[in-house]
């Protein structure tokens, strides 16, 4: 009798922490610009604005982080460093910032539209060389958005997805029965989340959605239609979704259907964070998923850093 008094007043005790501390809730995060950058709140466009400071016009890249929304600090220190490399660069947030909705669903994909669209139009920017760098969900609609837009050059999409999936609510922790994106007021034909395996955790939801995604073609990322180069980054240990196996389907559709040239970087003992730039002091990086991180991640972010400049510098020098 003691022992189950003393079983339930944990449970008690947990539920009532779980109900105060809510620690699945993701903190947002709206970082100020630093660094020569500033904050740009106009015409849609929230974000932080990083020219290059040379006189001549140089290539602009839009940064577009995942499913924490906002400004992390991880998708502001990424920014900074490809501006340091000669981009002007803007990191986006497209939902949870001011005036933006709380949930990650319906996003109107024209946000990047307008984003894309400021971009061009700064004196710092050469206009002919556009590039997208998104992470998670911003690699999702990085490619959607480099799908319909012949004026994209480059995308690097960092633990991408192949499809459309429904969106997510952080205040209530639990999947959307919307779809994550909208174009013209209409929702984007949405893959629906599978069965959640206890076991495998979130991941599961993915994995057992993908094994229907052959019932569901108008879900599929239409790559084909991408004119970029496209360098994609994996981590063979995501716990949070499949992206291993999500870019081998997206390098896959465009060799069957003659698409954009895709390369993968694929990193066996690394997981939803094999891509970031170098950590900088003081720096929070992001942090996926409950465990400890992989320790393939450092290695894997080193590699793929260095990589993705390479890339860059490859796909947007003028001819």
């Excluded at 909705?101 to 556009?130: M, N």
């Excluded at 002091?281 to 993705?308: H, L, Y």
């Amino acid at each position: 009798m003691i022992l189950a008094c003393a079983i339930a007043c944990c449970l008690l005790g947990g539920l009532t922490w779980l109900v105060i501390a809510k620690p699945w809730k993701m903190p947002v995060l709206l970082v100020d610009a630093r660094e020569n950058g500033r904050r740009v709140d106009e015409n849609g466009v929230f974000g932080n604005y990083y020219p290059t400071r040379s006189a001549e016009r140089h290539p602009g890249i839009l940064v577009i982080g995942g499913s924490e929304g906002g400004i992390h600090d991880q998708v502001d220190r990424d920014a900074r460093a490809l501006s340091r490399e000669g981009y002007s660069v803007l990191a986006l947030s497209f939902f949870r910032g001011p005036g933006q909705p709380r949930a990650l669903g319906l996003i109107p994909l024209e946000v990047f539209d307008r984003a894309l669209e400021w971009l061009r139009y700064q004196p710092e920017v050469d206009a002919k060389f556009l590039a997208i760098v998104g992470m998670s969900k911003g690699a999702e609609a990085a490619l959607l958005v480099a799908s319909s837009r012949p004026d994209i050059t480059a995308v690097v999409a960092a633990v991408p997805s192949s499809v459309v999936w429904p969106g997510f609510d952080w205040a209530r922790f639990r999947g959307l029965k919307e779809s994550s994106w909208s174009r013209e007021g209409r929702p984007l034909s949405m893959l629906p989340y599978g069965r959640m395996s206890w076991a495998s955790g979130v991941r599961s939801i993915y994995e057992n959605g993908l094994k229907a995604v052959a019932d569901h073609p108008e879900t599929v990322i239409p790559i084909e239609r991408c004119r970029a180069a496209i360098l994609l980054v994996c981590g063979g240990k995501d716990q949070v979704w499949p992206s291993c196996v999500m870019a081998e389907q997206i390098a896959a559709r465009a060799r069957e259907l003659s698409g954009s040239t895709v390369t993968i970087l694929s990193y066996p003992d690394a997981d939803h964070g094999a891509f970031a730039s170098p950590m900088e002091p003081g720096g929070q990086t992001r942090r996926f998923g409950f465990g400890r991180p992989a320790s393939g991640n450092v290695a894997a972010q080193t590699d793929s850093w260095s990589r993705t400049l390479a890339f860059l510098r490859d796909r947007l020098q003028p001819s």
